[in-house]
């Protein structure tokens, strides 16, 4: 099981690293005035959220192995567990707002981006609390 859970951090780390670099690129996304300089931001935003995506799965299934291995239950556990579908929700979110720049028909400000960048912190912050303190 030890094998398990060091799969699952490496994964929901290099998920976060995703998670933390793509709303950065739409932040320059919605900056961007040049032509060429937005299609490579594209391009690196398209490939980047593929890999996350296929990061994000082992992470996810790693995650419900433990869960079903070791019959983890509590409260924090639940509260995790809704951090997480939030942190999908997420994801998907960050593939809408890329399919808006593809479009040209993003209406944010990148003030706007600079703060939903902010979310996959605080939901780490979070999760990370909630395992290791186990406050209920």
């Not at 509590?74 to 809408?96: D, E, N, P």
Request: charged residues 10%; hydrophobic residues 60%.
């Amino acid at each position: 099981m030890l094998w398990i859970k060091t799969l699952h951090i490496v994964f929901v780390t290099a998920w976060f690293a995703g998670l933390f670099y793509l709303p950065r690129i739409l932040v320059n996304l919605a900056m961007e005035t040049d032509a060429a300089a937005n299609a490579r931001l594209l391009t690196m935003a398209r490939k980047l959220y593929r890999f996350m995506t296929l990061l994000a799965i082992p992470a996810l299934g790693f995650g419900v192995w433990l869960w079903l291995g070791y019959g983890i239950s509590g409260g924090w556990l639940h509260a995790k567990l809704a951090l997480v579908a939030l942190l999908a929700g997420y994801h998907h979110a960050c593939q809408r707002l890329l399919q808006k720049f593809e479009q040209c028909r993003n209406t944010r400000t990148h003030v706007w981006f600079r703060w939903f960048n902010e979310v996959p912190v605080i939901i780490l912050l979070l999760i990370v609390i909630l395992v290791v303190v186990k406050p209920f």
